[in-house]
């Protein structure tokens, strides 16, 4: 099957994300706003338009990765209205709930078809096309999408109505910024109590403490040779990402009622930590922040 794709947001995810495309055989137009993103994806085989409209028109499906909720609904505000009708929209950006429902309802107002799609696997996952999708939308819309994202992922799940994809990521990731402080508490408090880090490491990843942020992502130097910690914290998945998604979590929390206190101070600690200036460190990088806090 093949289809005529518009590609918005061809940076650092959505620049890959669409040399996929083009690799599996789908004829891709694409726009970003940036002069050197236009370029690698130009060299990587998208056509490149004059605008995001030109992108659109005529295409079947059109999918954004862009950066924040305000630049998906200003960007399909505009697609909207030149799209024909069935065309599917599909948003892999990561934004909150309540722009990813507008986009929805922006979609179905122009009797198109939408989902909202985010994706965890970074940019690694993006180039390599093992990407993980999360999709809120309607059964109708998840079908028609998904030989598109298989094109640029590994696993795709359907995780219910408009904004669920948006709702499991943040879930996701409040998990992965909780663990990654409690793991790098407990390396300082080991480093405190005179334990070697190989010895925690040793115990905790065969024990209850045993959790992704431990064994693929380990906050310290040594024990897992590709963690960020043996390349100078260098991204990796930066601690400014993380701090947006904390915070989006957070809004979901208030806006729904829920409790979400250990959410609530990790996004504080990140928040601290790019406040000093350190957005671009990789997140697990939060554990140098947690060794100075009793200086
Ligand atoms: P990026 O900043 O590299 O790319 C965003 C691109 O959007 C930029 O090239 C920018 O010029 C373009 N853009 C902004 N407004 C535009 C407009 N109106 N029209 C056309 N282009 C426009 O960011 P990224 O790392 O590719 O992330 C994109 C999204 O994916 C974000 O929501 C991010 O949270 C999410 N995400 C990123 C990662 C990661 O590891 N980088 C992982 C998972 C999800």
């Known amino acids: 099957m093949s289809a005529r794709i518009a590609f918005i ?9 669409a040399a996929n495309l083009v690799k599996a055989g789908f ?6 706003l940036s002069e050197t993103s236009r370029e690698q994806a130009r060299a990587a085989g998208v056509t490149i338009a004059e605008t995001a409209e030109d992108a659109a028109a005529g295409a079947e499906m059109i999918v954004t990765m862009l950066p924040a909720g305000r630049h998906v609904l200003a960007v399909w505000g505009s697609l909207v209205t030149v799209a024909k009708p069935e ?3 599909i948003d892999c950006s990561t934004i909150d709930v309540e722009s990813a429902r507008k986009a929805h309802a922006l979609a179905a107002d122009h009797r198109l078809h939408s989902i909202d799609a985010p994706v965890s696997g970074g940019t690694g996952g993006a180039s390599a096309g093992t990407l993980t999708f999360m999709v ?5 819309a998840f079908a028609k999408a998904e030989f598109v994202l298989q094109a640029m992922g590994k696993k795709i799940v359907h995780c219910g109505n408009p904004g669920s994809g948006q709702a499991a990521k943040i879930c996701n990731n409040m998990i ?3 663990s990654m402080t409690a ?3 407990a390396f300082v408090l080991a480093e405190k109590l005179g334990l070697s880090h190989q010895a925690l490491f040793d115990v905790a990843s065969t024990s209850s403490g045993q959790c992704w942020s431990l064994t693929s992502y380990c906050p310290v130097p040594g024990p897992v040779p590709a ?10 998945f930066a601690a400014a990402l993380m701090l947006k998604d904390l915070k989006l979590s957070q809004e979901a929390a208030e806006a729904s009622g829920a409790a979400t206190p250990l959410g609530a101070h990790a996004a504080a600690l990140y928040e601290a930590f790019d406040k000093d200036g350190n957005g671009s ?3 697990s990088a939060i554990i140098k922040h947690i060794r100075h806090l009793k200086d």
């Open 281 to 283: 460190q990789d997140f």
């Open 27 to 32: 004829a891709v137009a694409g726009f970003d």
């Open 176 to 178: 992965l910024g909780i």
């Open 87 to 89: 065309t599917l929209m």
């Open 9 to 17: 947001g061809l940076g650092n995810m959505g620049g890959p994300m």
């Open 227 to 236: 963690s960020p910690a043996n390349n100078d914290y260098r991204p990796g």
């Open 136 to 140: 809120g939308g309607t059964s109708e």
């Open 183 to 185: 793991v790098a508490e």
